[in-house]
């Protein structure tokens, strides 16, 4: 079963442009979750998905980031324009619904490390 | 409102010897707690977790934690460090949102281990 992927690995783009940012989930998951790390800080919690719908988008820096995930399959994350302090490693994470599968867990893409120069 | 505390953003220890990185954690509610690991240029990976069974948790690579709710805490440990423990450790417990679920994580202990 393939994991968690997410594209690109790795991104250096000047201050101004657009990033978009892709993670596939785990096939059958509906919770898909983006977080992020800034350098030497916590992993911080950006948005929920469940299916196509977002759940919950309260650490959502500001309007610059938008998240969409059509057809509740896979997401993009778009850094429009980005910033300076928006380098960091960008995380995704999917699972099954907690609340009906207590042993489930979230599974973590290697992350989209983010430079912006 | 939940949270988690890594004390020690580094900790060093020698091959062979005791493993024990501390994390407190703070839920208004019976917690979910996790011990997530990053290994160089790879993703998160579960060590092991709590969800209100036994207090003891055994994870992969011989790691275990201990849920002592008087202490609100969810240290690990391993008895014996190897040369391939040497990456970064996160804490977090289960955050409930609207009826959802969402972790919330430490800052992140990074582990050395030396010859």
């Known amino acids: 079963e393939a994991g968690v992927t997410q594209f690109p690995s790795h991104s250096v783009i000047e201050k101004g442009q657009t990033v978009t940012l892709r993670c596939d989930p785990i096939?059958?998951?509906?919770?898909l979750y983006w977080y992020r790390r800034v350098m030497g800080k916590e992993i911080k919690f950006l948005l929920h998905?469940?299916?196509?719908?977002?759940?919950?988008e309260s650490g959502m820096p500001n309007n610059r980031f938008l998240a969409e995930r059509t057809g509740g399959t896979y997401s993009t994350l778009k850094v429009q324009p980005a910033e300076l302090e928006d380098s960091g490693v960008y995380f995704c994470?999917?699972?099954?619904?907690?609340?009906?599968?207590?042993?489930?867990?979230?599974?973590f893409g290697q992350g989209t490390r983010l430079t912006v120069v | 409102a939940q949270s988690v505390t890594q004390l020690g953003s580094h900790v060093s220890v020698s091959e062979g010897a005791l493993v024990l990185l501390r994390c407190n954690y703070s839920?208004?509610?019976?917690?979910?707690l996790f011990w997530y690991v990053q290994y160089p240029n790879q993703g998160l990976q579960l060590l092991l977790k709590?969800?209100?069974?036994?207090?003891l948790v055994k994870g992969i690579n011989g790691f275990e934690a201990e849920f002592k709710k008087s202490e609100t805490s969810f240290h690990l440990t391993k008895p014996s460090a190897h040369m391939s423990d040497a990456a970064e450790y996160f804490c977090?417990?289960?955050?409930?949102?609207?009826?959802?679920?969402?972790?919330?994580f430490g800052a992140g202990t990074r582990l050395a281990v030396h010859p």
């Open positions: 998905f469940v299916k196509e719908s977002k759940q919950d």
């Open positions: 709590y969800t209100s069974a036994a207090t």
């Open positions: 096939s059958g998951h509906d919770n």
């Open positions: 994470a999917s699972s099954q619904d907690f609340r009906t599968k207590r042993n489930t867990e979230a599974f």
């Open positions: 977090a417990v289960m955050g409930f949102s609207g009826g959802y679920n969402k972790l919330i």
């Open positions: 839920s208004s509610v019976p917690p979910y």
